[in-house]
């Protein structure tokens, strides 16, 4: 199972009118952590932005915490983080 489909990311993702990515990145935000979401599509950068309008009770925080698996969700392989390096943005064509 995706980290994203967890039950509870869907039921809290219900509750705040939220995404289930939006209520991730919320939960890391409140946590302490840096998040730093990979989205070029605008209406995904948009809805990562738009987390700031609600807060995750302590009980919720607790709740998505007992879900660690010990797996990670992302692994930076050699290959990876080479494309990324060599990514060239198109600064002067953006709006």
């Known amino acids: 199972m995706n980290l994203i489909n967890e039950p509870v990311f869907s039921k ?4 705040y009118g939220k995404s289930n990515v939006q209520i991730i990145l919320r939960w890391h935000i409140q946590a ?4 730093i979401p990979g989205a070029s599509n605008p209406d995904h950068i948009k809805a990562n ?4 309008n609600f ?17 990670r969700y ?8 080479a494309s990324y390096a060599a990514m060239k943005p198109d600064l002067d064509g953006r709006k």
């Open 74 to 81: 992302y692994e930076g392989t050699p290959e990876l983080l």
């Open 12 to 15: 809290l993702a219900e509750k």
């Open 55 to 71: 807060e995750l009770t302590a009980e919720e925080m607790e709740e998505i915490a007992k879900i660690n698996k010990n797996k």
């Open 49 to 52: 932005i738009d987390i700031f």
């Open 32 to 35: 302490g952590n840096i998040v």
